[in-house]
């Protein structure tokens, strides 16, 4: 009798365990979704930050390339006082500063405008450097916030 007991007990366990495994397999697929979705969109904010910090650091090179190419320079060398509009896309020089640090961005999106602000690109006149990137959201769970302007701007003053 003991046996039976014992045998009965054994089947009700394999019957339940049966009937969660469908639970199990559903539960599971539930929270790798979830997690995934979180990792990436962890990732995709981790980009974000990344991106914008790219183009703080292309804008400092970009002013700094501009006020060693003052006015004292040669002329065929020297860069400004007129304004310049561009991507880093379009193989200026100035675009060639700052392309090395579009890894992550299309060079095409990335829009470039310097201007001098006091009017001339002489010693002690000043040089004001706009980077400019639109991004898209990669995953779902950040495009609420949809597409996000990067920005970066920098003032230097012309050393020589």
């Known amino acids: ?48 930050a990344f991106q914008s910090n790219m183009l703080s650091l292309a804008a400092r090179r970009l002013a700094r390339e501009s006020i060693v190419r003052g006015g004292v320079m040669e002329p065929t060398s020297a860069w400004g006082p007129a304004s310049l509009s561009a991507t880093a896309a379009d193989g200026s020089p ?8 579009c890894t992550t961005m299309t060079p095409s999106k990335v829009k470039i405008a ?28 950040t495009s609420w916030m949809g597409k996000i302007n990067l920005y970066a701007s920098t003032v230097m003053k012309i050393v020589h």
């Open 1 to 48: 009798m003991r046996h039976m007991a014992r045998r009965a007990a054994i089947s009700f366990r394999r019957r339940r365990t049966r009937r969660r495994s469908g639970v199990t397999v559903v539960e599971s697929a539930f929270a790798i979704i979830l997690t995934l979705s979180v990792v990436f969109a962890v990732l995709d904010l981790g980009l974000l």
């Open 94 to 101: 100035e675009a060639q500063v700052v392309l090395p640090y």
């Open 114 to 141: 310097m201007t001098w602000p006091d009017g001339s690109n002489g010693i002690d006149d000043r040089v004001n450097v706009q980077l400019n990137f639109q991004r898209q959201p990669m995953t779902p769970l």
